[in-house]
């Protein structure tokens, strides 16, 4: 029974070590990456789900208010003070939104499947109860970004590391130029393969028995060499991408997250100015100045208003999550700034 020991003396089984070390330190960085791609897509789709709760809430309003419109114009069509087309319209209106909430819903479904995909539940074992009094909030933001949170992004920690990777093929590359031997005992008796290397003529002695053969390989090591080092550029081109990616990432959720905030402040005046003319224009059909085109004009703005601004509320929530994992996750507020 014998054993064997080969020294390190060039350092090329340390270089080895270090680059596996490199390797498996840039998977998990690429795991975390994964894991929070897939956390930022749950909360975006969560957001959305119950951005359509609110929908549903506005669209059954708005159904229940063009009944008591289809009520009114079916009121004076009876007594001959309004034309059928007036009936005819706010039956078209009334359908329409019914079928709008019939496809809310069914999207609504969609978004919860895909929960209960990423929360690692079958689909039609997960259900989510709808809350139409949902109230939306959006993540408090630091007022200022440091750039040293982008050194907790997972991917560009996996690129860093794989710079390290490709830094120790290099190495292990270039100690293969050197002579490489073996100790080695048995039971019994004790012998070393480095006693041949001191048995080797002088001239050979100069250059090492293995040196010596490597300097008559093909170029094998040369190109093996030449392989590493244009692996480690190539690695170090991909840092910096990535790096200035994630740069770009975070500038533009920033801008986005502020022009999203005026954006909202917009639309909730948009609303609040389209539910009056609404209101104004229902009052003065009932009174019989205007036709009921107007009516249905209005009523369309306002309900269009009033998903702009569930919709703009929702932007907001899911660029604050875009912009968490562009920052390569959470932080506490003293790392903000």
Known sequence: MGASWEPDLWGRIRRNVEGASAQADSSAADLASARL????????????????D????LLQATV???QRSLKIAGNRYAASIAPKSDVLQARTQLANAQANLADLGQQRAQLEHAIAVLVGRAPADFALTPDPAWHASVPELPPSVASDLLQRRPDIASAERRVAAANAQVGAAQAAFFPSFTLSASRGGGASQLGRLFDAPSSLWSLGVALAQTLFDGGARRAGRDAA???YDQSVALYRQTALTAFQDVENQLVATNVLVERARLFAQASQSADEAERIALNRYQAGLVAYTDVVVAQATALSARQSLAQATRDRQTTAVALIQALGGGWHAEQGG
């Open 37 to 52: 791609a897939a956390q930022g897509e749950l909360a975006a789709n969560y957001f959305q789900l119950r951005e359509s």
């Open 54 to 57: 609110i929908e549903t809430r």
């Open 64 to 66: 229940e208010a063009y």
């Open 229 to 231: 080092r244009a692996g």
